[in-house]
């Protein structure tokens, strides 16, 4: 299975500010996926993000508020933009090789 | 879209027991059915997985059976044991044709095993 260094592990961000995700692959996948996990809850995708082109969100995510990169077949961004405290979550990229491999998160509080 | 339900939400069962998870999903299209445990603070981990042209898999104490006809899909675990304690999700996925949709999951179950 494919190895995901995902970081930061957790930050406390300010209310209006952003906070951008990373997470690397240790080898080339052409998929990469992001979720959120709010507070004891499951969890919901956000976008898929394909190489070379725009990421394709899901109902109730959009481009403005979730930004996403992928430059690379083993990189990848998410930017959750202009933080309000609804926003706190865990938010996690996934890939799919023998299954879907999850990153090990980030867990995101806004004050 | 897809949508999928799981049931039950918590589920307490004696160490030594059985521990069966029951989803069900909407969309017919999709055709990969993984489970997923997590344990409190860390990630979900793949525990087993069926594709749709299997109606059973075991794995150990763990087995996943697949009623593609109901659009039903079963965890199984058998001989509990204290650190199957976690929450467990199901979740749906068409996946095939060189892609892959995301994956959707359900609200998951907390599995206690008391001793």
């Known amino acids: 299975s494919a190895v995901i260094s995902q970081k930061p592990s957790r930050d406390i961000c300010q209310r209006g500010t952003s906070l951008t995700i990373q997470c690397q692959v240790d080898?080339?996948?052409?998929?990469m996926f992001w979720y959120r996990q709010q507070p004891g809850q499951s969890l919901t995708l956000i976008a898929t993000a394909n190489q070379g082109s725009e990421a394709t969100y899901e109902s109730g995510f959009v481009i403005d508020k979730f930004p996403i990169s992928r430059p690379n077949l083993t990189f990848s961004t998410l930017t959750v933009s202009n933080l309000s405290p609804e926003d706190s979550s865990i938010y996690l990229c996934s890939v799919l090789g023998y299954g879907y491999t999850f990153g090990s998160g980030t867990r995101l509080t806004v004050v | 879209g897809e949508n999928v339900e799981q049931h039950p939400s918590t589920l307490s069962v004696q160490e030594g027991d059985s521990a069966v998870i029951k989803c069900t999903y909407s969309d017919s299209a999709s055709n990969y059915f993984p489970w997923y445990k997590q344990e409190l603070g860390k990630r979900p981990q793949l525990i087993i997985d069926i594709r749709s042209n299997v109606g059973e898999k075991k794995d150990q104490r763990i087995a996943v059976t697949l009623n593609k006809t109901a659009k039903h899909f079963s965890l199984h675990i058998t001989e509990t044991q204290p650190e199957d304690s976690a929450v467990y999700f199901c979740a749906a996925s068409n996946v095939g044709g060189g892609g892959a949709d995301g994956l959707t999951f359900g609200k998951g179950t907390h599995l206690i095993i008391q001793p």
């Open positions: 080898s080339q996948v052409t998929m």
